[in-house]
């Protein structure tokens, strides 16, 4: 599926927030754990939350799903082995934090995914989870398939994450959980906290102190208590589009509603606040232990800025469309120690470069990184602009087209369902003129 955006006038009007990507698989996770009853409002139905509740359907998890409404009825405890290969097609953080949450359970199952999930580094999350003493295994290369046996987690076990990554912690906090065995994990770097909130908010005992620029996290293991309803915060990468898209068209303004502002996630308006983006955070409250708030974006003239160290984590998904923002900045926008890019949907560092080529707009990419050369206006070649089946690359570069004085095509956009299915219906309501295109 081709997406066609032509050049709009401008953007306004009100946008409502989807769910959080992983907030939405995080909790059919815990939810599923529990012991009653529950009702989760909010909820992502993208691909990837849905790959991840079909998975714990799988293993016994009675999870209903209509829309953005997501039941999950009453299990006794009873998760068991699944002798069918379940597929979390194109989701890492289904599949990583499936790994511990299964392998705490002590039950059996095989995992695996689409094209671009089953090239992705699983070794991350098997080696410190066989440490606990998990049987996990992967491809020689480290890749899906996974084979998770029935072992035995041992109680205190410790682990500092080489890597700052969430996908890795949360394994290792839902196998101490589902296992009922303390952990402790040290992350150098502070990474999105969901996992541990959400777990606090079931009743569980997680404690986080601060160490350095990062934490260390441990969990007491607890019996969690049951709630009857969860509400899943808006998703702030979806909303990042949204911001970018509004602070680069013209004579724009757009109030983005029910928008998770965990700060932990939320690193980008820092960011863009210092290339001199105009946003406002309005009704900011606090819903099942996380931040949201609405968002008023109005068209900015930006500047390029040097970003890199500890906010890295904290901004990871958004710096796809973060480019977009600098290509748009006057002057240089130099971004660093992003290495992890590389092995995200696609090498987003490639597939960044690429589409930077297509538009014309001067780049210089590192190992880990990239330097961006703001233009006035983006004055593209004829080519279409390939996704690379990534989600956020297909959003950005279809949203760069605001900026742009010629139509933008970007290639195989389909992914977008995976974490924004009403993308277009929403960009169109705001004025971004875009149509399918083959
Ligand atoms: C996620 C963590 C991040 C992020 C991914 C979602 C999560 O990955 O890029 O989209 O839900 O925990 P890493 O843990 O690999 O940094």
Same mark, same amino acid.
């Given at each position: 599926?081709?997406?066609?955006?032509?050049?709009?006038? &401008?953007?306004?009007?009100?946008?409502?927030?989807?769910?959080?990507?992983?907030?939405?698989?995080?909790?059919?996770?815990?939810?599923?754990?529990?012991?009653?009853?529950? /009702?989760?409002?909010?909820?992502?139905?993208?691909?990837?939350?849905? @790959?991840?509740?079909?998975?714990?359907? &799988?293993?016994?998890?009675?999870?209903?799903?209509?829309?953005? /409404?997501?039941?999950?009825?009453?299990?006794?405890?009873?998760? +068991?082995?699944? @002798?069918?290969?379940?597929?979390?097609? !194109?989701?890492?953080?289904?599949?990583?934090?499936?790994?511990?949450?299964?392998?705490?359970?002590?039950?059996?199952?095989?995992?695996?995914?689409?094209?671009?999930?089953?090239?992705?580094?699983?070794?991350?999350?098997?080696?410190?989870? =066989?440490?606990?003493?998990?049987?996990?295994?992967?491809?020689? @290369?480290?890749?899906?398939?996974?084979?998770?046996?029935?072992?035995?987690?041992?109680?205190?076990?410790?682990?500092?994450?080489?890597?700052?990554?969430? #996908?890795?912690?949360?394994?290792?906090?839902?196998?101490?959980?589902?296992?009922?065995?303390?952990?402790?994990?040290?992350?150098?770097?502070?990474?999105?906290?969901?996992?541990?909130?959400?777990?606090?908010?079931?009743?569980?005992?997680?404690?986080?102190?601060?160490?350095?620029?990062?934490?260390?996290?441990?969990?007491?293991?607890?019996?969690?208590?049951?709630?009857?309803?969860?509400?899943?915060?808006?998703?702030?990468? =979806?909303?990042?589009?949204?911001?970018?898209?509004?602070?680069?068209?013209?004579?724009?303004?757009?109030? +983005?509603?029910?928008?998770?502002? !965990? #700060?932990?996630?939320?690193?980008?308006?820092?960011?863009?606040?210092?290339?001199?983006? /105009?946003?406002?955070?309005?009704? #900011?409250?606090?819903?099942?232990?996380?931040?949201?708030?609405?968002?008023?974006?109005?068209?900015?003239?930006?500047?390029?800025?040097?970003?890199?160290?500890?906010?890295?984590?904290?901004?990871?998904?958004?710096?796809?469309?973060?480019?977009?923002?600098?290509?748009?900045?006057?002057?240089?926008?130099?971004?660093?120690?992003?290495?992890?890019?590389?092995?995200?949907?696609?090498?987003?560092?490639?597939?960044?470069?690429?589409?930077?080529?297509?538009?014309?707009?001067?780049?210089?990419?590192?190992?880990?990184?990239?330097?961006?050369?703001?233009?006035?206006?983006?004055?593209? @070649?004829? &080519?279409?602009?390939?996704?690379?089946?990534?989600?956020?690359?297909?959003?950005?570069?279809?949203?760069?087209?605001?900026?742009? =004085?010629?139509?933008?095509?970007?290639?195989?956009?389909?992914?977008?369902?995976?974490?924004?299915?009403?993308?277009?219906?929403?960009?169109?309501?705001?004025?971004?003129?875009?149509?399918?295109?083959?």
């Amino acid at each position: 599926m081709n997406f066609l955006a032509k050049h709009s006038a &401008q953007l306004n009007g009100e946008v409502i927030c989807p769910g959080d990507k992983s907030i939405s698989q995080r909790v059919v996770m815990i939810a599923s754990f529990l012991d009653a009853d529950i /009702n989760i409002t909010g909820f992502l139905n993208g691909n990837d939350p849905i @790959s991840t509740a079909n998975a714990l359907n &799988q293993i016994g998890a009675g999870i209903n799903i209509d829309a953005t /409404n997501v039941s999950i009825t009453r299990r006794e405890g009873a998760l +068991i082995s699944s @002798s069918n290969t379940i597929d979390l097609g !194109n989701s890492g953080t289904g599949i990583r934090l499936l790994m511990g949450f299964i392998s705490g359970l002590g039950i059996e199952a095989t995992l695996t995914g689409d094209e671009s999930l089953i090239k992705r580094p699983m070794k991350r999350v098997s080696i410190p989870l =066989s440490e606990m003493g998990a049987l996990i295994t992967t491809s020689a @290369s480290g890749t899906p398939p996974i084979n998770v046996m029935t072992g035995s987690l041992i109680n205190n076990f410790e682990y500092d994450m080489p890597i700052s990554s969430a #996908q890795v912690k949360s394994a290792i906090l839902l196998a101490g959980l589902t296992a009922n065995k303390k952990v402790t994990v040290v992350e150098k770097k502070i990474t999105r906290d969901h996992t541990e909130r959400m777990i606090n908010f079931f009743g569980g005992n997680v404690e986080v102190i601060s160490e350095g620029e990062g934490r260390r996290i441990t969990l007491h293991p607890t019996k969690l208590i049951s709630k009857d309803h969860y509400k899943v915060a808006g998703d702030f990468s =979806s909303a990042s589009f949204l911001i970018v898209a509004g602070l680069i068209a013209k004579n724009s303004e757009i109030l +983005i509603k029910n928008v998770g502002l !965990n #700060q932990t996630r939320s690193g980008l308006l820092s960011v863009l606040k210092k290339m001199g983006a /105009n946003i406002q955070i309005l009704n #900011q409250k606090t819903e099942c232990n996380e931040d949201v708030g609405d968002l008023l974006v109005k068209s900015s003239a930006l500047h390029g800025i040097e970003i890199g160290g500890a906010i890295i984590p904290n901004i990871i998904d958004e710096i796809p469309i973060l480019s977009i923002a600098a290509s748009c900045a006057e002057g240089k926008t130099t971004i660093k120690d992003a290495k992890e890019l590389r092995v995200k949907e696609s090498d987003r560092l490639e597939a960044i470069a690429s589409g930077l080529e297509v538009l014309n707009v001067s780049h210089y990419l590192y190992e880990d990184g990239i330097e961006i050369s703001g233009v006035k206006e983006i004055v593209p @070649s004829d &080519q279409p602009i390939d996704s690379f089946d990534d989600h956020r690359i297909a959003m950005s570069f279809l949203i760069s087209s605001l900026a742009s =004085s010629k139509d933008i095509k970007v290639m195989n956009c389909e992914n977008i369902y995976t974490s924004f299915p009403s993308f277009f219906d929403e960009m169109k309501k705001i004025g971004l003129n875009m149509e399918r295109h083959g």
